[in-house]
């Protein structure tokens, strides 16, 4: 991010000097983004060929991701010390003994300034709680300080990482439910770990899950799903198949897309990817969904119905059935749903953004904390996280080239209006609550996308007059060719109004906010528990529901040391929530307003009107909640960070 423009403005309404100035200000930004098509992870996909500095994350960024590696190096050392004493050893090998004596260093380090309670009138946590350390009275950091403290934040982040790679305890022991749950030594195991998965859970996370932008509703069979009517009237008592879709009231996830994917390996074991049908149903005067049946495949002559089991020769079967169904729903999460749908695309919206939009733009000054740290944080997902030898390859079904490509047809893939909230709630024939009543992803993002679309055409309508100056707007419309063009987003407007505008503006904020928390928390929550949902099942998919044991549902799970890197992983990107949604800030030092315009932040303007609605939502959310049978917290706006910085 830069500097905030104080006085934003249109290009036709400057003076030729203004005009000349805004010119030479976006050559050397398109300088500065550059775009590529080559980076190695993801080979097709326009993103920024180099990291800009100013992209870089804030000290109060660092210090947050300090707090949870330190919480990361600590559970692995609880492990370590619970397997040290179980082999009556008594004390941590040397290098555990190392080890501890740097976290330490860093936790005292982190101490004082994870103890700081901020005045009253907020600004940036860390960089008061440092200020008050280096003697308080000072009322500014000098810049030279700040570099300071941030080349100290990232050596404590370095050894952190590696302490996290040199403390991870080996395998041992036959894989059981509790050995998985025992890898949260020091955090509280998820709720989830205790079920793993129940039916009411497994089908509650179609609608309420890590990946709840899949379901559809469906008013036929699908041709190559092999389920009966006689099947369906077996699992839902008092209702045929014929009536339920007659009403509306089926509902399918399909995912065949992961058909792309081919086969994995790590450390010589064989990975399997996986590629279901499942149905889901609500029942008759119901008002949440049940699971109906799955198909482990897209060939019905190869892959045979499973339905939930009364009979417990058939338990085991089905519960393989649903595992099979979650990792295929934490493939479809990762590479479509969060990574493409999200990351990447924010961030070619963002490079053709800087390429051809004035920093004194009314639509860059909005939407360039939304742009905030995506760029770094890709960066480094490109690099190591969707990387050969990275976690996604060793916990992935799919070879990594394999992953990397289906990754980059999701996001080109991508239309952009089509999956704007509404069209898109549409598009999948889940809008309507009389046929879908228990739906909190739904519900609760058109509550916030509502908010967003408000504030964006708010604040628009101070800079355009009218659909005219939208339609005179030369930088806008350089940008508009920019993502249809050079970007490669796919279904983004032609836009000659303000309501166009508007659309477009609110879905580039939705999805880099409230989206990507949607995706992103329930990793933490969810996800962290590597059974509940993971990326391969390691064992050859069962050819027949009945005749399975739990030794053959308990072989489909990965190796605990992967359970562990996921655990790590997962609770790092799902515990950091930096800047809420309506909370403006610049991220150069010293971390102040963003918005400068009186127009905008003054009383009874666009902002105030927008923070006002957003704790309208909170308070409709929150009540909700309480009535929800399973609280969904991840579309609060206090807990959505207003960018993709994780």
Same mark, same amino acid.
């Given at each position: 991010?830069?500097l905030?423009?104080?006085?934003p403005?249109?290009?036709?309404n400057d003076?030729?000097?203004?005009?000349a100035?805004?010119a030479?200000q976006?050559?050397q930004?398109r300088?500065?983004?550059?775009w590529t098509i080559?980076?190695?992870?993801?080979?097709?996909v326009?993103?920024a060929s180099?990291l800009?500095d100013?992209?870089k994350?804030?000290?109060?960024?660092?210090?947050l991701?300090v707090?949870?590696?330190?919480?990361?190096?600590?559970n692995?050392?609880?492990?370590?010390k619970?397997a040290?004493?179980?082999?009556?050893?008594?004390?941590l090998?040397a290098?555990?003994d190392e080890?501890?004596?740097?976290?330490?260093?860093?936790?005292?380090?982190?101490?004082p300034?994870?103890?700081?309670?901020p005045?009253?009138h907020g600004?940036?946590?860390i960089i008061?709680?440092?200020?008050k350390?280096a003697?308080g009275?000072?009322?500014d950091?000098?810049?030279?300080?700040i570099g300071?403290?941030?080349a100290?934040?990232?050596?404590?982040?370095?050894?952190?990482?590696?302490?996290?790679?040199?403390?991870?305890?080996?395998?041992?022991?036959?894989?059981t439910?509790d050995?998985?749950?025992k890898?949260?030594?020091?955090f509280?195991v998820p709720?989830i770990?205790?079920?793993c998965?129940?039916?009411?859970?497994?089908?509650?996370?179609?609608?309420?899950g890590?990946?709840?932008?899949?379901?559809?509703?469906?008013?036929?069979?699908p041709?190559?799903?092999?389920?009966?009517?006689e099947?369906?009237?077996?699992v839902?008592?008092?209702?045929? !198949?014929?009536?339920?879709?007659?009403? @509306?009231? %089926? &509902?399918?996830? $399909?995912?065949?897309?992961?058909?792309?994917?081919? *086969?994995?390996?790590?450390?010589?074991?064989?990975?399997?990817?996986?590629?279901?049908?499942a149905l889901f149903?609500?029942?008759?005067?119901g008002d949440?969904?049940?699971?109906?049946a799955?198909?482990?495949?897209q060939d019905?002559?190869?892959?045979?119905?499973?339905?939930p089991?009364?009979?417990?020769g058939?338990r085991?079967?089905w519960e393989?059935?649903?595992s099979?169904?979650q990792?295929?729903?934490?493939?479809?999460?990762?590479?479509?749903?969060?990574l493409a749908?999200?990351?990447?695309?924010?961030?070619?919206?963002?490079?053709?953004?800087?390429?051809?939009?004035a920093?004194?733009h009314?639509?860059?000054a !909005?939407?360039?904390p939304?742009?905030e @740290?995506? %760029? &770094?944080?890709? $960066?480094?997902a490109?690099?190591s996280?969707?990387? *050969?030898?990275g976690p996604?390859?060793?916990?992935?079904?799919?070879?990594i080239k394999s992953?990397?490509?289906?990754?980059v047809?999701?996001?080109?893939?991508?239309?952009?209006?089509e999956?704007?909230?509404?069209?898109?709630f549409?598009?999948r024939?889940?809008?309507?609550?009389?046929?879908?009543?228990?739906?909190?992803y739904?519900d609760d993002?058109?509550?916030?996308?509502?908010?967003?679309?408000?504030?964006?055409?708010?604040y628009?309508?101070?800079?355009?007059?009218?659909?005219a100056?939208?339609?005179a707007?030369?930088?806008?419309?350089?940008?508009v060719?920019?993502v249809q063009?050079e970007?490669?987003?796919?279904g983004?407007?032609?836009?000659?109004?303000?309501?166009?505008?508007?659309?477009?503006?609110a879905?580039i904020?939705?999805?880099?906010s409230?989206?990507?928390?949607?995706v992103?928390?329930p990793?933490?929550?969810?996800?962290?528990?590597?059974?509940a949902i993971?990326?391969?099942?390691?064992?050859p998919?069962?050819?027949?529901?009945?005749?399975q044991?739990?030794?053959?549902?308990?072989?489909?799970?990965?190796?605990?040391?992967?359970?562990?890197?996921?655990?790590?992983?997962?609770?790092?990107l799902?515990?950091?929530?930096y800047?809420?949604?309506?909370?403006?800030?610049?991220?150069?030092?010293?971390?102040?307003?963003?918005?400068?315009?009186p127009a905008?932040?003054?009383?009874g303007?666009?902002?105030?009107?927008?923070q006002?609605?957003?704790?309208?939502?909170?308070?409709?959310?929150?009540?909700?909640?309480?009535?929800r049978?399973f609280?969904?917290?991840?579309?609060?706006?206090?807990?959505i960070?207003?960018?993709?910085?994780?």
């Open positions: 991010m830069s905030p423009p104080t006085n403005s249109l290009p036709q003076t030729p000097e203004q005009k100035a805004r030479a976006i050559v930004a300088d500065t983004y550059a080559t980076i190695p992870s993801l080979p097709g326009p993103l180099t800009p100013s992209n994350p804030t000290l109060d960024w660092l210090v991701l707090g949870i590696g330190v919480q990361l190096v600590r692995q050392l609880a492990i370590n619970s040290s004493e179980a082999q009556a050893l008594g004390v090998p290098a555990l080890a501890v004596v740097k976290l330490v260093a860093i936790e005292t380090w982190l101490a300034i994870s103890a700081y309670t005045p009253v600004g940036s946590v008061q709680a440092l200020e350390l003697g009275i000072v009322k950091l000098q810049l030279g300080e300071t403290k941030i100290e934040t990232e050596a404590h982040i370095a050894t952190l990482l590696d302490l996290i790679g040199k403390t991870a305890p080996a395998a041992s022991g036959p894989v439910m050995e998985y749950r890898l949260f030594a020091t509280a709720g770990a205790y079920e998965v129940s039916d009411e859970v497994f089908a509650h996370l179609r609608v309420a890590p990946n709840p932008m899949l379901i559809k509703g469906i008013d036929a069979i041709a190559n799903f092999g389920v009966t009517a099947q369906y009237a077996g839902v008592a008092g209702d045929t !198949l014929s009536a339920a879709l007659a009403a @509306g009231r %089926l &509902f399918l996830c $399909d995912y065949a897309v992961l058909e792309i994917l081919e *086969p994995g390996t790590w450390q010589g074991n064989a990975k399997y990817p996986v590629h279901p049908i149903a609500i029942p008759p005067q949440a969904l049940v699971p109906v799955i198909q482990c495949g019905p002559t190869q892959y045979p119905v499973f339905t089991a009364p009979v417990a058939n085991w079967g393989m059935a649903k099979i169904v990792v295929a729903d934490g493939n479809w999460h990762e590479l479509l749903a969060h749908h999200t990351h990447l695309l924010i961030e070619s919206v963002a490079v053709a953004a800087h390429r051809t939009l920093d004194v009314p639509v860059w !909005l939407l360039l939304h742009f @740290g995506t %760029l &770094f944080i890709n $960066d480094a490109a690099t996280l969707i990387a *050969p030898n996604i390859d060793h916990i992935f079904a799919g070879t992953t990397q490509v289906l990754a047809q999701a996001r080109l893939g991508f239309d952009f209006t999956r704007m909230p509404p069209n898109d549409t598009r024939g889940v809008a309507d609550p009389g046929t879908l009543p228990t739906y909190p739904r993002a058109l509550r916030v996308w509502q908010a967003i679309r408000g504030w964006a055409a708010d628009l309508a101070v800079y355009y007059a009218d659909d100056a939208v339609a707007d030369t930088e806008l419309a350089a940008w060719a920019s063009g970007a490669k987003v796919t983004f407007p032609s836009i000659a109004t303000r309501d166009q505008l508007a659309d477009a503006c879905m904020m939705f999805t880099a409230a989206q990507h928390a949607a992103n928390f990793q933490r929550d969810v996800m962290s528990f590597a059974p993971s990326g391969a099942i390691w064992a998919l069962p050819s027949q529901q009945a005749g044991d739990k030794t053959g549902w308990l072989s489909q799970f990965l190796p605990l040391p992967l359970a562990l890197e996921q655990l790590n992983v997962l609770m790092l799902g515990s950091i929530h800047r809420p949604l309506g909370d403006y800030q610049s991220n150069t030092y010293p971390y102040g307003p963003w918005f400068q315009d905008v932040t003054g009383a303007g666009p902002l105030p009107r927008f006002a609605v957003l704790k309208q939502v909170e308070a409709e959310i929150v009540a909700a909640n309480a009535n049978l609280p969904y917290p991840y579309l609060q706006p206090s807990l960070p207003t960018s993709i910085n994780i």
